[in-house]
């Protein structure tokens, strides 16, 4: 049995004995303002459960997985971009983000977004687009103009 069986959460988007973690280490790739948790990870689980928060105007890393997210929207207002496609988001939403799907998500500038991300316990590295696979994606002026890189 885990140690922590409960954590009380202390104020929206923060748990006791959580601690607050740099979203990815400075200069790995390019993101603006954002902070990851990780909530629950033991090896029986198989996966880990985490929370990022995306200050205002920030946005995190474009990206890809060979590993499936499964994302719901706990705070604020935002969009996504997954695969081909770019929506908006908002409390309770729930977002899939398929195996090899280029995902992106920004907050909007009024508030931050803050969500749940639950991936496999063991899994690949972000895989960052190249010039070929921007010229694919920015073929979508909708796509091009939502992209922060």
């Known amino acids: 049995?885990?140690?922590?069986?409960?954590?009380?959460?202390?104020?929206?988007?923060?748990?006791?004995?959580?601690?607050?973690?740099?979203?990815?280490?400075?200069?790995?790739?390019?993101?603006?303002?954002?902070?990851?948790?990780?909530?629950?990870?033991h090896a029986a689980l198989g996966c880990q459960l985490r929370y990022f928060e995306v200050a205002p105007g920030g946005h995190s890393t474009l990206e890809r997985h060979e590993h499936v997210h499964a994302v719901m929207v706990l705070k604020g207002r935002g969009r996504a971009l997954v695969g081909g496609q770019v929506f908006a988001v908002e409390l309770h939403d729930l977002v899939e983000v398929p195996a090899l799907a280029w995902h992106q998500f920004r907050a909007d500038t009024d508030e931050p977004l803050g969500f749940l991300c639950m991936v496999n316990a063991v899994r690949d590295r972000p895989q960052l687009p190249d010039a070929e696979s921007m010229g694919e994606l920015c073929a979508d002026p909708a796509v091009a103009a939502f992209i922060r890189t």
């Open 1 to 41: 049995m885990s140690e922590h069986i409960h954590r009380r959460q202390r104020a929206a988007g923060l748990w006791d004995e959580v601690p607050v973690l740099a979203y990815k280490q400075d200069g790995a790739a390019p993101f603006r303002d954002v902070t990851r948790q990780v909530l629950f990870e």
